[in-house]
Each structure stands twice: as C-alpha cells, then as structure tokens.
C-alpha cells in the first residue's frame, strides 16, 4: 500500500528567510497531492494541492512541485512570516477519487522573529 | 462558511466501554471521514463514506465501526474502548473528487 515520509519533522527559520518541505510516495498510481497546514490548537486546512498532470503550482508565497519519475513532491514557502509558524503535512491518494490519503507524519515549522 | 462539529472536544472513558463519537456537516457533503492523530504518525483514516449507508474501511479500522444514517451524519463507534484507543479524533467531509477536506475541531478521547 501507499507510504509517505516526510523530511524534516522539525524547521526553524528566520523570518523572511525561505522554507522547503519534502515528502516522499511510494505508490506511483498516486495522482493526486495535497498539502494541509495546522496550527496550534486548530483543526488542519488545506493551503495546495497539485495533480499529477502538472509539475509545478504556484498561490503567492506557497508552491508545490512535483516529481512523479523521483516519486517525490515538496513544499516551498517563501518570504516566511510569523503566522506560518505550524504544522504542515503531505498527503498522497489511494485510489482515483482523490479524497482516500495517506498523510506523512508532518513538519513542525517554527518561524523565528 | 463550511461548518463541521463533532459531539464532544474531550471525552474520558473506562477500558471496556462503548464510545459513540459523532460528526455532522451542514454544506450537504456527500464525502465523510473519521482519522486519529497521533504524534509523530500524522492523520491516518480510520473509516469513510462517500454517501448515505455507504462506508470504507480506511487504513486502521481495527477495533472501529462506523454509521451513516443521514447524508449529514457520520458516527464513529469504539465497541470496546481500550487504552490503545486513546488519541485525537478528526472528522472531515468534502465534495466531489480532488476536492478540500474541511475538519472539525477533533475530540481529544483518553480511555483508562
């Protein structure tokens, strides 16, 4: 079955600075890829997505890329502010509904004033 | 706004009981799950429905049964609570394929 890894399980970084998230799948009938964020005492939500049909996609300071041959998708941030300061987990399908995920363990980002 | 609520955010029972955990969702979804979240393991799917009556095992239904009487509704029921069972459970629901989950707040259950 479907497993994700992520790397790295903690991220500090200086405000303003850049921040990049990896997650691995081992499946490769996967095609569908979200990204959901939650902060501290809230419930997760979803901040991107991408298919497996594009490469890249990009919503002002977030993008995703992936790389379906290295089975592998990231996440970058950049000019990071406080209030990104959470935890972000991946998440690759099952099946080819797209709503059947397995999620990676998560990254805890702290973004340092 | 999506709204979705979950019975209770804490909840403390005794190994051996039946626990009922329920969601509901009021922008008419035809998609529902139930997740734990456990530190360090990330969200993983316990059951789901993608209509009325309808379920899915997900990948850690052991010990777990589920029930969707209205489109609305989606309970979670521990038959028999154990200490393993203790743990952050999330509902989610959602429309259509390739689409947003929207969470509930979760229910923090610690089972002694």
């Known amino acids: 079955g479907e497993n994700v890894e992520q790397h790295p399980s903690t991220l500090s970084v200086q405000e303003g600075d850049s921040a990049v998230i990896k997650c691995t799948y081992s499946?490769?009938?996967?095609?569908?890829f979200p990204w959901y964020k939650q902060e501290l005492g809230k419930r997760p939500q979803l901040i991107i997505d991408?298919?497996?049909?594009?490469g890249e996609k990009k919503d002002q300071r977030i993008a995703v890329t992936l790389n379906k041959t290295a089975k592998h998708f990231s996440l970058h941030i950049t000019e990071t502010q406080p209030e990104d300061s959470a935890v972000y987990f991946c998440?690759?399908?099952?099946?080819?509904?797209?709503?059947?995920?397995?999620f990676g363990p998560g990254t805890r980002l702290s973004v340092l004033p | 706004d999506v709204k979705v609520t979950q019975s209770s955010r804490y909840l403390v029972k005794r190994t051996g009981e039946k626990v009922f955990l329920e969601c509901v969702q009021d922008?008419?979804?035809?998609?529902m799950f139930w997740y734990r979240q456990d530190p360090g393991l990330g969200l993983r799917l316990i059951y789901f429905?993608?209509?009325?009556?309808?379920?899915e095992k997900g990948d850690i239904p052991e010990g777990y049964s589920v029930s969707r009487e209205k489109k609305e509704r989606f309970s979670l029921i521990l038959e028999s609570a154990s200490t393993n069972q203790t743990s952050m459970y999330l509902c989610?629901?959602?429309?259509?394929?390739?689409?947003?989950?929207?969470f509930g707040p979760g229910t923090r259950l610690t089972v002694l």
């Open positions: 499946d490769s009938a996967s095609n569908y």
């Open positions: 991408i298919r497996s049909n594009v």
């Open positions: 429905s993608y209509d009325v009556k309808m379920k």
């Open positions: 989610a629901s959602g429309t259509g394929a390739y689409n947003e989950q929207f």
């Open positions: 922008m008419d979804h035809e998609n």
């Open positions: 998440a690759a399908s099952k099946d080819n509904y797209g709503q059947n995920f397995v």
